[in-house]
């Protein structure tokens, strides 16, 4: 299959994807086509769901990290299903808010060494989140 490429499309504009990527979709998912959804960046938050986020408080926020980091484990977990759990635990003016603004402060949480990462972290579907310092043999 020289000279096959898969590609996504996300807004307008087409990424290419890796090579092993491409490979690796092909394998698993031979009638999947190549710019399916899935294969998309998590979207933007909507200009109103910005203007939301700009509301809160820093106590909110400080409560949405600790319970995306209390949601996370020694063990790799999908960003997604830590940001369910956390999402599930949401009261007051966290409740509602969109499950893209718990994957931005999951990489926010990784950027500032609360949480490690591996994978993809535009796409909390295709990347997995662990507490620092549990590495081969420490678990």
Request: glycine share 6%; no cysteine.
């Given at each position: 299959?020289?000279?096959?490429?898969?590609?996504?499309?996300?807004?307008?504009?087409?990424?290419?994807?890796?090579?092993?990527?491409?490979?690796?979709?092909?394998?698993?998912?031979?009638?999947?086509?190549?710019?399916?959804?899935?294969l998309d960046p998590d979207p933007p938050l909507t200009t109103e769901q910005?203007?939301?986020?700009?509301?809160?408080?820093?106590?909110?926020?400080?409560?949405?990290?600790?319970?995306?980091?209390a949601s996370a484990s020694p063990r790799w977990r999908k960003v997604a299903?830590?940001?369910?759990?956390?999402?599930?635990?949401?009261?007051?003016?966290?409740?509602?808010?969109?499950?893209?603004?718990?994957?931005?402060?999951?990489?926010?949480?990784?950027?500032?060494?609360?949480?490690?990462?591996?994978?993809?972290?535009?796409?909390?579907?295709?990347?997995?989140?662990?507490?620092?310092?549990?590495?081969?043999?420490?678990?």
């Amino acid at each position: 299959m020289t000279g096959f490429h898969l590609t996504a499309t996300h807004s307008a504009r087409k990424m290419r994807l890796s090579s092993s990527t491409a490979k690796t979709w092909r394998h698993w998912f031979p009638s999947m086509p190549a710019n399916h959804r899935d294969l998309d960046p998590d979207p933007p938050l909507t200009t109103e769901q910005e203007a939301r986020v700009r509301t809160l408080s820093k106590t909110v926020v400080s409560r949405i990290d600790a319970s995306l980091v209390a949601s996370a484990s020694p063990r790799w977990r999908k960003v997604a299903t830590v940001v369910a759990a956390a999402l599930g635990e949401a009261r007051g003016s966290a409740a509602g808010l969109p499950d893209v603004y718990y994957a931005r402060r999951v990489r926010e949480l990784v950027a500032a060494g609360r949480l490690e990462s591996f994978g993809d972290l535009s796409r909390m579907r295709y990347s997995e989140v662990r507490l620092p310092g549990h590495h081969r043999g420490e678990v």
